[in-house]
């Protein structure tokens, strides 16, 4: 059985080797260990934090595998970005230039630098190695934050976004950085991503283009991936719009990957989620319908993917599952079904 957990500050080897293999525009998990353990030691003090509205809590998590106690991925919520340092998109939009009396009309797409999601919510540093991509791993993995985020409301906003990592090639060369790298940065997109990892932003605001991009200015390889996302991120994007996300116009300003976003309440597995009272067996049947299903603490948070029996008042749990979430007859759960019909 899988666990998801917050980290603990021991678990720094573990997330050092997941940001080794994460590589290139997993901006989020530069190979840095100051700040890594910073980034530990920010989320321990979230989970400790007494919250009644969202502020720069950044909340990471761990999946553990219950037998061999390795962890195997790891995914995180950042309560409200752009509190403390600046949070830089590019929005894509139109501007239109005609004349009626030459009978001209060109629609031009446009770039334009903005702030515009400072505040909200995000998803993030979701990654799960290669050993444990099997069964529902990896919805677990990205699933189980939508549940947390319903149960503990007030520790986050009504909108939530996620960046999609864009398109770069084995050596981590972004064709839409090497364009904006010809013109303004005279920096490779690896060092540009490292830099924005770690915390050092300020060259964004000194030596990125004040005035709106005329798209159609990019080059063509530039353009074709505005937009687009990294071969290997796919099947989480895949997961987001199933859950109700949608792209509306806002891209990485550094690979043009898509930012996603939806509303708490509309997103369809904190929307499906209920929470309910439970009874404790020694083992539930294997064929009942499996749940993501989470405890409704935070310091001492659990999920787990696990069967359970639902009737009117009560959900049953099997003991298995129960230990591991660390509840038991008479706690509360969430929980939301795997899948939905479509």
């Not at 899988?2 to 080794?20: F, G």
């Not at 409301?153 to 790298?181: C, K, V, Y």
Request: aromatic share 10%; proline share 4%; charged share 25%.
């Amino acid at each position: 059985m899988k666990i998801i957990r917050p980290i603990h500050p021991d678990d720094y080897s573990s997330l050092n080797e997941i940001a080794q293999e994460s590589g290139v525009g997993f901006t989020s998990l530069p190979v840095n260990e100051v700040l890594l353990r910073s980034k530990i030691g920010k989320s321990v003090q979230a989970f400790a934090k007494d919250v009644t509205e969202p502020a720069d809590e950044s909340y990471l998590f761990v999946m553990q595998d219950q037998e061999t106690q390795e962890v195997v991925g790891t995914s995180g919520i950042v309560a409200g970005v752009g509190l403390d340092d600046a949070f830089y998109h590019y929005h894509l939009s139109k501007v239109v230039h005609a004349s009626r009396e030459l009978k001209i009309y060109n629609n031009v797409d446009i770039l334009t630098l903005c702030n515009d999601y400072t505040g909200v919510s995000e998803i993030c540093t979701l990654f799960l190695r290669q050993v444990a991509r099997e069964g529902l791993n990896g919805r677990l993995l990205s699933k189980f934050r939508f549940l947390f985020m319903m149960e503990h409301r007030n520790r986050f906003a009504e909108t939530i976004i996620a960046e999609m990592r864009g398109i770069n090639d084995e050596n981590g060369q972004s064709p839409f950085w090497q364009w904006l790298e010809e013109h303004f940065f005279s920096m490779d997109f690896p060092t540009a991503d490292y830099l924005t990892g770690i915390g050092q932003k300020q060259f964004i605001a000194e030596l990125m283009p004040k005035y709106p991009i005329y798209v159609n200015l990019l080059s063509k390889q530039a353009q074709a991936v505005i937009g687009q996302v990294h071969e290997k991120t796919k099947p989480a994007l895949q997961l987001l719009e199933q859950e109700g996300f949608s792209c509306r116009g806002y891209v990485d300003i550094f690979d043009a990957g898509p930012t996603v976003e939806a509303n708490l309440k509309h997103i369809r597995s904190a929307q499906a989620s209920r929470k309910m009272q439970i009874r404790v067996t020694e083992e539930v049947n294997d064929n009942q319908q499996t749940f993501f299903v989470i405890n409704t603490k935070v310091q001492d948070f659990r999920g787990v993917c696990t069967p359970l029996v639902i009737d009117t008042e009560h959900a049953t749990i099997g003991q298995q599952a129960a230990d591991a979430l660390g509840v038991s007859d008479g706690d509360k759960i969430r929980f939301a079904p795997t899948h939905f019909r479509t």
